[in-house]
């Protein structure tokens, strides 16, 4: 049965999900450590123990790593539940609905602590909430994903399909840096602590209403020739990772989200402590960051069809490997060869802007890509478990960075002593140009040749 295409209208109702999802876990990703691991500038209170613990990892730390691992395991499982689902409205659409309200509630519950001091029972309530956020979180994300292989026909649709979400996940995230600004409007109201946590539930808020448009928006039997799979979690598994290019990707795909994690959750501690600048301009960095990188996806886009996706992606890598070492070096260092800490904090938005267009638009569709190439190869079309793989891979990279980083906080995260939080920078950069290395081994062409005989065969069942 022919199916339509998406028109542009439809792609930004597709794409405003991600918003929604990429502003719920920036709140997550940015803030939780921060929020409960906080430096003495911060002035929030102390709600789990300090410390470490288990051979110099913090509670938040294992917290973290925890339910970003159980996050990555239920990935595989519910993207094939997702692929197996035969539901009038689709194989996506209904995990999405299922997924979106209790991973805003509990996203939200995460920073609400029960006892009002430093409490076991504080550590308790967050582990319950953030593993039960991370489970319906992947029942709504994984099967988004996918989407970007059956709602793309071809591959310049995926890349515009993934353009699309990369500036909606930028919007979101970059929104979710901007808590401060809201929170400083509530402290001339209330305390700090209460402020931050009520500037939180807003956002939470925010995030589900933009995470339900496109599960009640789209049709998606009209546009998607996906049809169900009959294969188990680990034959689906198994075969998926038996592709060499897409093991290629996501080993890479590991170590760069093991870095990136390190630098995105450094970031408040980067500017508030290592350049003595206020919370505010932590939120702006990103945002930033955002707006430059917006300015360069059309040229991304262009040059990716051109030239071809791998080219772009080595770039992206080198690029990310500068603006990490560089963070490692700011504040007094810099300062003393003329380069105000206000300028260092920007110029950090400024070296990030274009690897985060490269990175935030290309990884998708070369998982896209690959799903279909693969599809057509093996008559078995998993592209919510090739999705599930990326991102179960991917939250271990996710679970290592947050792991690692509150332990190097041990090492100095205050002004003036603050060795632990450059150290991070340089871990992350070290990390980055190592993922950069894995990923040259990525064979494109072989790739591409699979979807031309795919656009071949695809025509001529249309005929």
Same mark, same amino acid.
């Given at each position: 049965m022919k199916v339509e295409s998406l028109s542009r209208g439809k792609k930004i109702v597709y794409s405003l999900g991600q918003f929604g999802w990429s502003l719920l876990m920036g709140l997550i990703s940015t803030w939780l450590v921060w929020y409960f691991n906080p430096p003495e500038v911060s002035g929030l209170a102390i709600r789990i123990p300090q410390g470490a613990l288990l051979g110099g990892l913090t509670i938040i730390g294992i917290i973290s790593a925890a339910g970003r691992l159980l996050d990555a395991v239920t990935d595989p499982w519910i993207a094939t539940l997702s692929d197996r689902l035969n539901h009038p409205k689709g194989r996506r659409i209904p995990f999405m609905r299922w997924g979106a309200i209790p991973a805003a509630i509990l996203g939200w519950l995460a920073f609400v602590s029960p006892v009002a001091g430093e409490s076991l029972w504080n550590v308790a309530f967050l582990t319950l909430a953030l593993m039960g956020f991370y489970v319906a979180f992947t029942m709504y994300v994984t099967p988004y994903f996918a989407l970007v292989s059956e709602f793309g026909h071809t591959p310049d649709e995926k890349l515009d399909l993934s353009t699309y979400i990369s500036l909606t996940w930028f919007l979101g995230f970059a929104v979710s840096t901007l808590v401060p600004s809201v929170w400083g409007i509530f402290e001339q109201f209330m305390d700090k602590n209460t402020a931050v946590q009520l500037s939180l539930s807003l956002f939470a808020g925010a995030a589900l209403i933009f995470m339900l448009i496109p599960a009640y928006a789209l049709d998606e039997k009209r546009y998607s020739h996906g049809q169900p799979s009959n294969e188990s979690v680990w034959q689906s598994l198994k075969a998926t990772?038996?592709? /060499?290019?897409? %093991? =290629?990707?996501?080993?890479?795909?590991?170590?760069?989200?093991?870095?990136?994690?390190?630098?995105?959750?450094?970031? =408040?501690?980067?500017?508030?402590?290592?350049?003595?600048?206020?919370?505010?301009?932590? @939120?702006?960095?990103?945002?930033?960051?955002?707006?430059?990188?917006?300015?360069?996806?059309?040229?991304?886009?262009?040059?990716?069809?051109?030239? @071809? /996706?791998?080219?772009? $992606?080595?770039?992206?890598? &080198? *690029?990310?490997?500068?603006? &990490?070492?560089?963070?490692?070096?700011?504040?007094? =260092? *810099?300062?003393?060869? @003329?380069?105000?800490?206000?300028?260092?904090?920007?110029?950090?938005?400024?070296?990030?802007?274009?690897?985060?267009?490269?990175?935030?638009?290309?990884?998708?569709?070369?998982?896209?890509?690959?799903?279909?190439?693969?599809?057509?190869?093996?008559?078995?079309?998993?592209?919510? $478990?090739?999705?599930?793989? %990326?991102? &179960?891979?991917? /939250?271990?990279?996710?679970?290592?960075?947050?792991?690692? &980083?509150?332990?190097?906080?041990?090492?100095? %995260?205050?002004? @003036?002593?603050?060795?632990? =939080? %450059? *150290?991070?920078?340089?871990?992350?950069?070290? *990390? $980055?140009?190592g993922s950069g290395f894995l990923f040259f081994k990525y064979r494109e062409k072989e790739v591409l040749a699979g979807l031309s005989k795919t656009t071949v065969q695809t025509k001529g069942a249309q005929q």
């Open positions: 990772f038996a592709n /060499k290019n897409f %093991r =290629i990707f996501v080993v890479s795909d590991l170590v760069y989200w093991f870095s990136l994690t390190i630098f995105q959750t450094g970031i =408040i501690y980067f500017v508030t402590v290592s350049l003595v600048q206020p919370e505010q301009t932590a @939120g702006l960095i990103l945002p930033l960051s955002g707006i430059l990188s917006f300015l360069c996806y059309p040229l991304v886009n262009l040059l990716a069809k051109r030239t @071809g /996706k791998k080219r772009l $992606m080595v770039l992206g890598f &080198f *690029l990310f490997t500068i603006a &990490f070492i560089y963070t490692g070096f700011v504040g007094p =260092i *810099l300062e003393g060869i @003329g380069i105000p800490l206000a300028l260092q904090a920007y110029l950090i938005a400024l070296l990030t802007g274009i690897p985060l267009a490269i990175f935030g638009i290309l990884p998708n569709a070369i998982v896209a890509d690959v799903a279909e190439s693969d599809g057509i190869a093996t008559g078995q079309f998993r592209e919510g $478990m090739f999705f599930g793989a %990326r991102t &179960f891979v991917q /939250k271990l990279g996710q679970s290592l960075g947050l792991l690692i &980083f509150s332990s190097f906080l041990l090492f100095g %995260r205050d002004v @003036g002593d603050d060795l632990g =939080i %450059r *150290l991070a920078a340089l871990a992350a950069a070290v *990390l $980055m140009l």
